[in-house]
């Protein structure tokens, strides 16, 4: 480099003309970006920023944290926010405890057959959520297809109540939810060494403990990148808790919903909308922490 | 049977002493697919009750979805809904990928971070935050308002699969063709897009797909002659359930199932 500075046709008018060049490269890559950026911030982060400062507006226009505090003080808010903990919790340690040992399994299939099961993850993650959620609510209600064939079997003799419910919402979240948390653990162990494993049983390991010391550190950053994934999008998730719950399970989105289209409450709507995306964001950035942004960013697709 | 009692892998456990294992497996696989799949037959169901399997088979439910006049307007809307978007988010989204990818540093990082924000943050608020600004811009119901909120929803995706795209394809070789006199479009054009164009087309199809199936922002801002597939049957949903909606979502299942088919067949490269 030093060598090229002292090159006689690098003289210094040259060099400004290559900075000057330099800088209208990046404004015109910047400029490339622009139309994006600013349909984002058009259509999305103004109209949110907006939302923000009616949050803090009260009923007759002045400003005040009322709508804040009423999210405090009453109980059928603090219902909302517990709910939707619980689903996303339950939902998240559901979608590990079978999502684990499938993206296990996949991982060692022979690469035709794990390509074959592959498209059965990937089916459903396509498949309109609308679509699942639909299909569930005929499998799960009253008159549905689990209950007449548990009675025509003599499993039970009364429909049992699996839908318009938690339960029933669980089992819907937890199907729109696994693919989020399969695809980066699988994307993780296929990377993972064979060799370590093998190493690992000659050293003496039980295949419990080249299991559990070994191969599960080595999956775990997609184990939890797919976890936080699942997690985040069970907080904000609206369309099957409205479908499945029937009503009874009411969790933030449903009750911010509820909020515009019944009461036209905006204030207490984007006070809760607001909580809502700081949780969210207070998760995504220790994940980012955690994690790195990319990594989270790049494993999946919000439904 | 020999075979439960071979290594199933580096550390000596036999295939037998792991069938619980493959039966898990199994078993969530099983749940992944087969729920969804019941609708296919219970839309060729002659009985207004849903019955599985149908004792007898009909096309009714698909004369009655054909007969349905708010039924095929919606799936024009959605239709139409799905194609602008694909070409509004499609070419956004190569245009901020390319300028990100040349760009780098840390403008490139926030501005990457800002252009995902849609897919992160709960869409609930994106539907009421669109809904809120589209009553001042006289844009609710329209055709337009949906595909401009579909699009930045689209536009995460499209990028993070162009991004990937471009990450691993070495730019020098549009530079060469710039340096041999190529205007700059023209080497982007026939050099770089040539050689990144599945992903393009991986984008485009997931844009689509991201459009037409989106319920939530629907909702809110479609309506009237302009309302989508899903915002008519998230409502029927709720009311009661009408076979009708069995073969609708037959229709969503082969839209996504063709075009997911297609990107495979045309959105990937082929490896040696």
């Known amino acids: ?303 | 049977m020999r075979w439960l009692s071979r290594p199933a892998s580096a550390t000596q456990v036999t295939h037998g002493s792991r069938l619980w294992l493959y039966a898990l497996a199994a078993v969530v696989l099983a749940f992944l697919t087969l729920p969804t799949l019941v609708v296919v037959p219970m839309s060729f169901s002659a009985s207004q009750y849903l019955e599985f399997p149908p004792r007898q088979w009909s096309l009714r439910w698909y004369e009655s979805y054909l007969g349905s006049v708010a039924w095929l307007q919606a799936t024009r809307t959605s239709f139409a809904a799905g194609a602008l978007t694909t070409l509004v988010s499609t070419p956004l989204a190569l245009m901020a990928a390319y300028g990100l990818n040349t760009l780098r540093g840390r403008w490139a990082a926030i501005i990457y971070a800002v252009l995902v924000t849609p897919i992160i943050v709960p869409v609930i608020l994106v539907g009421i935050a669109v809904f809120y600004a589209y009553v001042r811009l006289n844009l609710v119901n329209s055709l337009m308002g949906i595909v401009l909120a579909h699009s930045i929803l689209a536009i995460p995706v499209a990028l993070m699969v162009i991004a990937s795209a471009l990450k691993s394809y070495d730019m020098s070789q549009e530079l060469v063709a710039r340096s041999l006199g190529a205007h700059r479009l023209k080497a982007f054009l026939l050099i770089t897009l040539p050689q990144i164009r599945f992903a393009v087309i991986t984008a485009a199809v997931l844009s689509f797909l991201t459009s037409f199936d989106e319920v939530v922002v629907a909702l809110f801002v479609s309506g009237g002659d302009n309302s989508t597939l899903t915002r008519n049957m998230f409502n029927a949903l709720r009311d009661q359930i009408d076979p009708t909606i069995a073969t609708i979502s037959t229709i969503m299942i082969v839209v996504s199932s063709l075009l997911l088919a297609g990107a495979q067949l045309f959105g990937r490269p082929k490896r040696p």
Not at chain 1, 66 to 91: A, C, D, G, K
Not at chain 1, 253 to 281: K, Y
């Open chain 1, 1 to 303: 480099m030093r060598a090229h500075s002292k090159d006689p046709t690098l003289s210094a008018p040259n060099a400004a003309g290559l900075a000057l060049d330099a800088r209208r490269e990046r404004w015109i890559m910047l400029g490339l970006t622009a139309p994006a950026l600013s349909l984002v911030t058009i259509i999305m982060i103004a109209p949110i920023v907006w939302l923000f400062s009616l949050s803090l507006l009260a009923d007759d226009g002045t400003f005040s944290f009322e709508h804040y505090r009423r999210l405090l003080e009453q109980p059928s808010y603090r219902r909302n926010f517990i709910v939707t903990f619980e689903i996303s919790l339950l939902t998240t340690a559901i979608a590990i405890a079978l999502g684990y040992p499938l993206a296990y399994v996949l991982a060692q299939l022979p690469r035709r057959a794990a390509s074959l099961c592959l498209i059965a993850v990937l089916l459903p993650f396509w498949t309109s959520l609308l679509v699942r959620t639909y299909a569930w609510l005929v499998l799960l209600q009253r008159q549905g297809l689990i209950n007449k064939w548990g009675i025509a079997h003599g499993w039970w003799s009364e429909p049992l109540a699996l839908v318009h419910n938690f339960s029933g919402t669980l089992i819907g979240t937890v199907h729109i939810m696994l693919p989020f948390l399969i695809l980066p653990v699988y994307g993780t162990m296929k990377s993972i060494d064979g060799s370590l494993m093998n190493a690992a049983a000659n050293l003496g390991a039980s295949p419990a403990r080249a299991f559990w010391s070994v191969y599960f550190p080595l999956s775990l950053p997609g184990l939890m990148a797919g976890a936080l994934i699942v997690f985040i999008l069970s907080l904000g998730f609206y369309v099957t808790p409205a479908v499945l719950g029937g009503g009874k399970v009411s969790m933030v989105s449903n009750r911010i919903a509820n909020d515009i289209e019944i009461f036209f409450n905006w204030g207490a709507a984007s006070a809760l909308g607001v909580v809502l995306l700081t949780l969210t964001l207070i998760v995504v950035y220790a994940a980012a922490r955690l994690l790195g942004l990319s990594r989270i960013a790049g494993a999946g697709h919000a439904p």
